[in-house]
């Protein structure tokens, strides 16, 4: 780019920027003014395109910021970038990025987004009115950002939250290239498994009271929320309202690891030849991402099971309960319930993604006009209604595995398979039969929910994670 007829233009707009990001006027643009300069400039995520580096090759003293010749290197190799970004992204090559072709793009990495939508990304961009996007708004819009394929400028616009409501059929979170090569991923996954765990500690009451309803209420003892507690709390105190949590804590990280590893080989294996996925093939891949992981640790699935419902004094503790399970049942036992646990990942997935979309985009239609963005909150509220939906239409599978994963454990109590036990269950007490402990687990939702955002949140701080 050096030499050109435009170079005298191109060093003169760089010297200017040069000039409002140094605020202290010392010579050098350091990390702290560049956060500074693009809080001001608006458009991005500061701390993410800070911490992803602004130093170009050779600079002898990066953590000391860049001179002006250093920074119109940087900005040099960055127009590079974005000029090929650009043209990637014009598909026709008219020297203008439209709404179809944003629409396209998204499309092409699995996303789906409405024309109301693509209008809203290219109005944040578009200084002319045109409703395209030249060379000039696309280089000056993305220029101090650390964008580096399409797939960068996708996440750009993406918003993700962590929602752990103790259940466990959520598909995989997704991470960036940027963000695996950073190591940015592991520490996601840490601040989601730190608030898992403190949200399912602060809700174990209502969990255990749900698995309590699930195994013991029925029409005959029309046992209820009030009821439960009472019983719980008369056969072992205050504190066995907290038994099973242990476990129930202590299976988040083997289980998001196994979820993470096994979403991303089987993503590879089924792009191919492709470079990206879509919608369906996502879903796809993190429902068997999700079957992986619970296969790996359904055993710690019954363990948690057999724990909550414990009498006082039944077990000394995990290895004890493990034990005495191996030998009065065998290896078996440690299965039990399986089919109906792995089928119900399938509904809960299904309709708790196709719900957060329809919500959000609907929410995005009506009430955002000048943000692709729809705030924490609302997310947060997508997330809280799609969730609830996917667990009313996979709750009936998690009830049969749940009194499957107890019922040897139980006396005189029939040793049913799946089929069988749905079977008993309407016949004995009808369609709400398989509904027996929703009210706890609905009571949860909010406060699961709210918990674990405020620990995501603080624990992101604490790791150094980069806002998403």
């Not at 991923?185 to 399912?200: E, F, I, M």
């Not at 929320?225 to 105190?237: C, D, R, S, T, Y």
């Not at 079957?291 to 640790?297: E, R």
Request: a neutral charge; aromatic letters at 8%; one cysteine or more.
């Amino acid at each position: 780019m050096r030499g050109g007829p435009g170079d005298a233009e191109r060093r003169q707009r760089w010297g200017r920027l040069f000039e409002e990001l140094d605020s202290n006027k010392d010579g050098r643009v350091d990390v702290r003014e560049l956060r500074q300069g693009l809080a001001r400039l608006g458009g991005g995520d500061p701390d993410r395109d800070t911490q992803q580096g602004i130093s170009p090759e050779g600079d002898a003293d990066p953590g000391g910021g860049l001179d002006l010749e250093e920074f119109s290197r940087y900005l040099q190799e960055r127009e590079q970038r974005l000029l090929l970004l650009f043209h990637s992204l014009d598909r026709n090559q008219d020297g203008h990025i439209d709404v179809s072709e944003i629409q396209q793009s998204f499309r092409a990495l699995g996303i789906s987004i409405s024309l109301e939508q693509a209008e809203k990304i290219l109005h944040s961009m578009d200084r002319d009115g045109t409703m395209t996007i030249d060379w000039q708004e696309w280089r000056d819009h993305f220029l101090l950002h650390s964008l580096e394929n399409v797939e960068d400028v996708v996440y750009f616009w993406k918003h993700s939250t962590v929602l752990d409501i103790g259940e466990c059929l959520t598909v995989p979170d997704e991470f960036s290239e940027q963000e695996k090569l950073t190591g940015m991923w592991w520490k996601q996954l840490v601040a989601g498994a730190v608030a898992g765990a403190v949200s399912r500690t602060g809700t174990a009451p209502l969990d255990r009271l749900k698995v309590f309803m699930q195994v013991h209420a029925s029409k005959t003892n029309k046992l209820n929320v009030l009821g439960g507690l009472k019983n719980m709390i008369q056969e072992g105190g205050m504190r066995s309202l907290w038994r099973g949590n242990g476990i129930n804590v202590l299976k988040i990280a083997p289980e998001s690891a196994i979820k993470f590893m096994a979403y991303e080989q089987i993503k590879r294996a089924i792009r191919g030849q492709q470079e990206t996925l879509h919608v369906q093939e996502r879903f796809v891949a993190g429902s068997l991402a999700g079957a992986t992981a619970q296969t790996i640790i359904y055993p710690m699935e019954v363990l948690k099971t057999r724990l909550t419902l414990r009498r006082t004094g039944q077990y000394k503790g995990l290895l004890d309960c493990a034990w005495q399970i191996l030998e009065r049942e065998g290896p078996r036992a440690f299965y039990r319930g399986y089919l109906p646990n792995v089928l119900g990942i399938i509904p809960y997935a299904g309709i708790d993604l196709a719900v957060y979309e329809t919500l959000k985009n609907r929410w995005l239609q009506q009430y955002s006009h000048d943000s692709a963005d729809p705030g924490i909150l609302v997310l947060l509220a997508c997330g809280t209604v799609s969730s609830t939906c996917g667990q009313i239409a996979s709750y009936p599978l998690a009830l049969v595995r749940t009194r499957m994963q107890a019922q040897a454990s139980i006396e005189g109590a029939p040793q049913l398979s799946m089929l069988g036990l749905l079977r008993h269950i309407l016949s004995q007490e009808g369609v709400w039969g398989l509904y027996r402990g929703i009210a706890p687990n609905f009571m949860k939702v909010i406060p699961a929910v709210s918990i674990s955002y405020v620990v995501y949140e603080n624990m992101k701080q604490a790791l150094g994670v980069t806002s998403r």
